[in-house]
């Protein structure tokens, strides 16, 4: 896409709308240290704009109450068409937020965070989902998961 300058004609479906998703089932006692979607699953689908770039914000409401100081951990995935289709941006934690690792017990906190995502086909749709997991131990629980996804230039 060319770059944008004052008094420029903008078409809208450069940018479609942003999307939000917020799930609020409690996901108690985690044990998967692989990452999985938690059930029910924390998703939406989206369509990329023409710069095939996406913000996407990660939120969840965690608590550590694991005396060994294992972490919990909530990210993204984003996948091509549905659930089923082939992954364009796979679950890695530093793409998403995580308790501490204090070995005391924790009240619930919200954390966020915000990651550009690039190489998305323009105009294509887009499946994405929270995923979660912990790095060890059974008391890691998480109290809300919220995903959003805002085109960019």
Not at 75 to 102: N, P, Q, W, Y
Not at 112 to 137: C, E, H, K, W
Request: charged content about 20%; overall charge negative.
């Amino acid at each position: 896409m060319a770059e944008i300058r004052a008094g420029d004609v903008i078409d809208a479906r450069w940018w479609p709308d942003s999307v939000r998703v917020v799930e609020n089932t409690d996901q108690l006692n985690q044990t998967s240290t692989t990452a999985i979607a938690g059930t029910p699953e924390c998703s939406t689908t989206f369509v990329a704009p023409d710069s095939g770039r996406v913000m996407v914000q990660v939120a969840a409401e965690l608590r550590n109450d694991d005396t060994a100081g294992n972490r919990i951990f909530v990210t993204f995935e984003i996948r091509l068409g549905s659930s089923a289709g082939a992954v364009h941006t796979a679950a890695v934690v530093h793409r998403g937020v995580s308790t501490t690792g204090d070995t005391t017990a924790s009240q619930f906190m919200t954390h966020g965070n915000m990651s550009m995502v690039d190489g998305l086909t323009p105009r294509a749709t887009y499946f994405i989902r929270t995923m979660q997991l912990v790095s060890g131990g059974t008391t890691n629980d998480i109290g809300h998961r919220k995903l959003c996804v805002i085109p960019v230039p």
